[in-house]
């Protein structure tokens, strides 16, 4: 009589694809069985499709199942099987496939629900390891090599940004991510940005920067091809890192809150950088918690850009790269660089005066002047970066500062001419971005908004800003910090000459200017621009 092997994993396509090497241990420890997969309908049925598993259990969370193994039916009718528990560590997963009433179950010990047989669950385990040392317990042979799925044919020239994840805590701002696409446009690659219909506005904001977006037009078979295929795959600790894992397509993975050393790639160490800003012993976050992990929040856009850069230069001249970087036991290389002095606009505010937060982002902008003037290797991906920074910074201080400073802090001269100046910046910004790094004509470009912008801070830092330090409240200014921080972030990956209309308008009202109402956003652009000329 054939065996069935019912196994349950009703986990997301992450959990799916870690899963696969202990999916492969159970079909050799049962050779001639039929292997049940309890899983959401998409990912199982696509593991079907590959011949890793016989049958579909569409299951969902942890309610009882459906079908033959509903524990509403008679035992007669359950029929005789093996219960596999590939999903958790008990008691509930347990209870649920124990209420299938199957001849074994193959689970992790958990005396809560009186299952005493099995090994431990080990807390700092690599989840490709934990359930393989399950599987070869009861029998089935398999370890990490067994994540590899076939390959989809050649490699093509794009790349893929993923920027979403199922929750928030998981999620790298997408003003960052707009940041990557854009540097990476400029050096003439093919950015595609994935992700599923629900996030198809966060996405279309970050192929907006320089990409094109597929957000909402790939079925999980289709996804899995579009990466396969990929130069190189950008995302967080989601279940795209992992088809990049299984299909061998180098990635950069950004980890926050739970380590890598949990779940990073597991295979082909050469092939993925992985970037964490946790603590050195593996400490967890919540991983379902709706704002971002400060350990995601701490990666900075430059470094994601230099691993990326790293990947592609490897991938061009197929040299192995260098351990350059400290590993850790899943054999990765791993990014922990300090984040002082670098670039990161990280909710950082909780208490800031205003007038700091403003001038700290000064001290930046000049970091990343010297770098476009000194370092030439480095233009392609730092004039995103420049030019990402200023105009949220710029928008933040026309919407959230400026007005007060006018009518709080008496300074309405001194904001009129500011916001002149970041007009006449932002213009020159524009032209900047669309010079060629390489060309001769770069360096006097450069220099034009270097002079523009160093003269605009040396004039904000002595009228504007000191008048907000004696003409406000403590409290003021702080309100005020939380206030420009959020606006900035908001902005996070506009560029030069994309300010909406009512972005103008404001800018209109900094600067004194009337009827904006009335005219076109063209119209209000070039009067704008022409009082900035005077």
């Not at 385990?125 to 089935?140: P, Q, Y």
């Not at 003003?175 to 690659?189: E, N, P, Q, S």
Request: glycine share 10%; hydrophobic share 40%; proline share 6%.
């Amino acid at each position: 009589m054939t065996a069935t092997v019912l196994v349950l994993r009703a986990l997301g396509l992450g959990d799916a694809l870690t899963g696969v090497a202990a999916l492969r241990g159970l079909r050799r420890a049962w050779p001639g069985g039929r292997i049940v997969l309890a899983a959401p309908a998409e990912t199982g049925g696509w593991l079907q499709g590959l011949g890793l598993v016989d049958d579909i259990l569409p299951t969902t969370g942890l309610g009882p199942l459906a079908g033959p193994y509903s524990r509403r039916k008679p035992a007669t009718l359950v029929g005789r099987h093996v219960a596999v528990n590939l999903h958790g560590r008990g008691p509930q997963s347990h209870r649920m496939l124990q209420a299938t009433l199957p001849d074994r179950l193959v689970a992790l010990r958990c005396p809560e629900a009186a299952h005493y047989d099995g090994p431990a669950w080990t807390p700092d385990e690599h989840d490709v390891d934990r359930w393989c040392r399950l599987v070869r317990s009861a029998g089935g042979p398999c370890g990490r090599e067994d994540l590899r799925l076939p390959s989809r044919g050649p490699r093509e020239s794009y790349v893929v940004i993923h920027p979403g994840a199922a929750a928030g805590s998981r999620r790298w701002p997408a003003g960052r991510w707009a940041a990557v696409t854009a540097a990476l446009a400029i050096g003439g690659i093919d950015v595609v940005v994935t992700g599923s219909a629900a996030e198809r506005d966060p996405c279309a904001r970050v192929a907006d920067a320089g990409g094109r977006s597929l957000a909402g037009r790939l079925d999980l078979d289709g996804l899995a091809d579009v990466v396969a295929r990929a130069r190189l795959v950008l995302c967080g600790d989601t279940g795209v890192g992992h088809l990049a894992t299984a299909f061998g397509t180098p990635s950069v993975r950004l980890f926050g809150p739970i380590p890598p050393s949990w779940w990073g790639p597991a295979i082909d160490p050469d092939l993925h950088a992985v970037i964490w800003h946790g603590d050195a012993s593996p400490t967890t976050g919540d991983p379902h918690a709706d704002t971002v992990d400060p350990a995601l929040a701490h990666i900075e856009v430059e470094e994601v850009l230099e691993a990326a850069h790293d990947l592609l230069a490897d991938a061009s001249t197929g040299r192995q790269k260098a351990s350059r970087f400290g590993s850790v036991k899943c054999g990765y290389k791993l990014r922990c660089r300090e984040a002082a002095g670098s670039y990161r606009l990280e909710e950082r505010v909780v208490g800031a005066d205003v007038v700091d937060l403003i001038m700290s982002d000064h001290r930046e902008v000049e970091r990343l002047f010297e770098i476009l003037k000194t370092r030439p290797d480095q233009r392609v991906t730092t004039l995103p970066v420049l030019s990402a920074l200023l105009i949220a910074h710029s928008r933040a201080e026309e919407s959230e500062v400026y007005p007060v400073a006018r009518d709080e802090a008496g300074a309405a001269d001194d904001v009129a001419h500011s916001q002149e100046e970041h007009v006449e910046a932002e213009q020159l910004l524009e032209r900047l971005q669309a010079t060629d790094p390489e060309a001769a004509e770069f360096d006097a470009a450069l220099q034009q908004v270097v002079d523009a912008v160093t003269h605009h801070v040396e004039e904000e830092e002595s009228k504007v800003l000191p008048a907000m330090r004696t003409g406000l409240q403590d409290t003021r200014r702080e309100e005020l910090g939380q206030a420009f921080a959020a606006s900035r972030a908001e902005h996070l990956g506009e560029m030069p000459g994309e300010a909406t209309k009512e972005a103008l308008l404001q800018q209109a009202q900094n600067v004194g200017m009337g009827g904006g109402a009335s005219m076109s956003k063209d119209e209000l652009q070039e009067e704008l621009q022409k009082k900035a000329g005077q």
